[in-house]
């Protein structure tokens, strides 16, 4: 038994050695990237949608280069995924909400 314990925490430890500068790097850019706005940003995204708008009614949006429609769905199907995991950390279930009253199971013949 006491060679078992010995392997795997020798294995452990060596996992954790190789993993931690990684985790370094992960906790590094997370702490940039999934914060949500400070109060000096919000000018920044006024301005963001203002343009996004020029291009919808302008028509510039035709002229999107393949990689730049490309990041841009991504950039979309991102924002898609984060409501939808929130809408489920919300309601603590991965199943629709529960609504009294708004379907009839009942079958009757």
């Known amino acids: 038994m006491a060679k ?3 392997y795997f925490t020798s ?3 060596a996992i954790l050695t190789a993993a931690k500068p990684r985790l370094n790097t992960v906790w590094k850019y997370a702490k940039v990237e999934l914060r949500p706005p400070t109060v000096k940003e919000l000018p920044e995204v006024q301005v963001g949608i203002q343009k996004l708008i020029v291009s ?3 028509g510039k949006w035709r ?8 990041l841009n769905t991504l950039v979309g199907a991102e924002i898609l995924f984060w409501f939808f995991a929130g809408e489920c950390i919300g ?3 991965i199943i629709g909400y529960n609504i009294p009253g708004a379907t009839n199971w009942d ?3």
């Open 11 to 13: 294995k452990g430890n």
């Open 4 to 6: 078992v314990v010995t």
């Open 63 to 70: 002229h999107l280069t393949v990689k730049e429609a490309w």
């Open 56 to 58: 919808g009614t302008t």
């Open 91 to 93: 309601k603590g279930s």
């Open 107 to 109: 079958i009757h013949f």
